[in-house]
C-alpha cells in the first residue's frame, strides 16, 4: 500500500469555511470540478465529473471543523476502494489541510499523475478561500497528454 | 520507506532542455531557487539555498535525455540519505517527467508540506520550459507558516 500525502495551508482564521468548501456542492464545485452533484454530509454520496469520466465517493465521516473522509465507491479501477481524507486544524493565521489519498495497490504512473494533479487541485482550493476565486476543471492546469 | 511521486508533462520535442534544467545552476536556479551552486553532473555535487537552510546533493547518476539521480547529503534530518529522481521520457508532444523521492522513514507531516511543495516547483519547472519563465524561491507559491 502506498499513499499520497500533501499538506496546503490557507491564510484564513476560519475552518468553517475550508469545511465547507470540502462538504457541500456549491464549495467542492469551486475548486475541485464544475460538475459535482450529491450529498456531501456523513452517510451520503458525491459524484464528480471530469468531461466522461469521474468518480463517486461515499462520505464516512465529515466532523465540522477537523475531518472529511471519503471513500472511492465508482471510478477508475486503481481508485476503487482507496480513501480521501482532508485533516483540518488552525495554526495562529493559518488554516492547515493535511490530505491523504490511502490505499493505492501500487506505484504506478497513473499514481503519480494524480499526486501532482492532487496537488494542483489543493492549490485551487487555496486560491478559492483566500481570493474567492479556485481554478476547478475544466480550467485547472493540464499536466500531460491525458487530459 | 514511504515516498513522494509526481508526474508533470512539458508541452516541449526536446528532452534535452528538461536534462539541461536538471543538471546545471542555470537551469536549477530558474525553477527551483534562485540560490544554486555546484556541478551537477554524475559525481558532482549540488548546493540548494533557501534562506538560511537548504541541501546538498551528490549526483549520482545524469543520463542525458533519461535519468538524474540525486541523494540527500546534508539538510534537514528527515532529508539526509534519500534519493530524489527525475525520469524523462517523450510523448508525442510531451516530454514527460516521472519524479521520486524516496526513502522517508516516516510519513510525517513534513513530508507532506514537502510532497505539494515539490509539486509546486515541478510546475515552477513546466512553466520554465514551456513559457522561459519559472517561479524560483523566493518567489514560489508560499504554503504554510513553515516559510
Known amino acids: 500500500m502506498v499513499d499520497i500525502l500533501h499538506k496546503v495551508g490557507i491564510k484564513s482564521s476560519s475552518l468553517d469555511d475550508a469545511y465547507k468548501a470540502l ?8 475548486w475541485w470540478t464544475s460538475d459535482t452533484r450529491g450529498d456531501g454530509q456523513a452517510g451520503g454520496t458525491l459524484q464528480f465529473r471530469f468531461g466522461a469520466g469521474g468518480f463517486d ?3 464516512l465521516e465529515a466532523q465540522p471543523a477537523r475531518r472529511v473522509l471519503w471513500q472511492v465507491v465508482d471510478g477508475p479501477q486503481e481508485w476503487i476502494g482507496t480513501k480521501v481524507s ?5 495554526e495562529g493565521d ?19 499523475h494524480c499526486s ?14 483566500e ?8 480550467n485547472e492546469i493540464k499536466l500531460d497528454s491525458w487530459e
Open 131 to 138: 481570493t474567492g476565486k479556485g481554478r476547478p476543471h475544466p
Open 116 to 129: 501532482t494533479k492532487w496537488a494542483v487541485f489543493l492549490l485551487s482550493l487555496k486560491s478559492l478561500l
Open 57 to 59: 465517493m461515499q462520505v
Open 23 to 30: 462538504t457541500t456542492t456549491a464549495g467542492l464545485s469551486g
Open 94 to 112: 493559518w488554516t492547515i489541510i493535511l490530505f491523504k489519498h490511502q490505499g493505492w495497490k501500487e506505484p504506478v504512473e497513473f499514481m503519480h
Open 86 to 90: 482532508f485533516d483540518l486544524k488552525q
